[in-house]
């Protein structure tokens, strides 16, 4: 009697760490699409998330009165120029509280080398999981899938560790 009833926890334990991992797997395999929006520039430029197929693209939520948003934005900007030549974008979004005025200054001064946008209307941050805090970033691979969502200041080791792993090359 005692050998049947420890032989169904034998089998119950491996199908439940089966059953972990295979929800682990499927929720991994299972990044989201990212949303197809316009981005439109203080400059007026306008850049489709679609155009950006095939390069990497850190979309980073920010306000000029964020103390860790500007505390990243050297790193931003560093990280911008070691590798925008291999296939990475960064887009600023700087939140609709933010007076635009200010995030023009900003960028202006601090000579932001990347698209800066304001989302005056709240359209890209809501398109993008309806953001509210700052910093958000999200990471999009060259298929536009989202592969990382960071709330706060991003880790920027981790950050340069992931655009090395890729098997991108500059076009």
Not at 72 to 82: R, S
Not at 118 to 142: A, C, M, N, Q, Y
């Amino acid at each position: 009697m005692k050998q049947l009833l420890s032989s169904p926890s034998k089998f119950l334990i491996p199908l439940v760490v089966i059953g972990l991992l295979a929800g682990l797997f499927f929720s991994l395999g299972n990044k989201s699409q990212a949303p197809d929006v316009t981005f439109t520039t203080i400059e007026g430029k306008t850049i489709k998330m679609s155009d950006l197929r095939g390069k990497t693209v850190l979309v980073n939520f920010w306000a000029t009165d964020c103390p860790g948003c500007i505390k990243e934005m050297p790193d931003l900007v560093n990280t911008y120029k070691q590798y925008h030549d291999k296939n990475f974008e960064i887009i600023a979004v700087a939140m609709p509280y933010d007076p635009p005025s200010q995030v023009l200054n900003y960028s202006q001064k601090n000579a932001l080398p990347f698209p800066v946008m304001h989302d005056g209307f709240s359209e890209i941050s809501t398109k993008f999981e309806d953001v509210r805090l700052t910093p958000t970033s999200f990471i999009i691979d060259k298929n536009g899938k989202i592969v990382r969502k960071s709330i706060g200041e991003l880790d920027f080791a981790s950050l340069r560790s992931y655009l090395d792993s890729r098997k991108e090359t500059a076009s």
